[in-house]
């Protein structure tokens, strides 16, 4: 996504706060994973955080939500992660003519997710070089990169995991 937007893209983000805190959930359908009652989604109080989009019902809800976000805004580049949105402004011409238009789509955006429901924290952008999801982006650069304390941390987590005799799920 980012290397089809081009050089000196501009990078856009926002984080839903405490998400799993803003979907309701009823003590007898804890059980469950995601349930629709009165036209509401409701999601567990545990969902399944830290999946990277994986398949789980969280993501599935995030997906959904994250569509009707872009098609009500606008914003066909707008992606979302568990819970952090993510989308690219293309360059155009000049940086200021890209710089208007990220604008342009944040200022979009911000009466939609208002409409949602979503209460959102950590907005960055439009920025070239931005870290999401653990990975630094740099789009005059055009590059992609793990910081190192992250890759540290990982090693150190891979060794303690494969140290376990035992793992209970």
Not at 35 to 51: L, Q, T
Not at 82 to 111: C, G, H, M, Q
Not at 113 to 142: E, N
Request: proline share 2%.
């Amino acid at each position: 996504m980012v290397a089809r937007a081009g050089r000196g893209a501009l990078l856009n983000q926002f984080d839903a706060a405490d998400t799993y805190k803003q979907l309701q959930v009823q003590v007898e359908n804890l059980n469950e994973q995601v349930f629709v009652a009165d036209s509401m989604f409701y999601v567990v109080y545990c969902a399944c955080f830290g999946s990277m989009y994986g398949n789980d019902s969280y993501s599935a809800f995030g997906c959904a939500h994250c569509i009707c976000l872009a098609k009500a805004a606008n914003i066909p580049s707008l992606k979302v992660f568990v819970d952090n949105y993510f989308w690219v402004t293309a360059f155009l011409r000049d940086s200021a003519t890209t710089l208007a238009i990220a604008v342009e789509e944040r200022k979009r955006l911000e009466p939609e997710l208002k409409a949602s429901g979503l209460r959102c924290h950590q907005w960055q952008g439009p920025v070239t070089q931005m870290i999401y999801l653990g990975c630094f982006f740099d789009t005059l650069k055009m590059t992609v990169a793990i910081p190192t304390e992250r890759l540290c941390y990982f090693i150190d987590y891979n060794l303690i995991f494969h140290s376990w005799s035992r793992i209970n799920i």
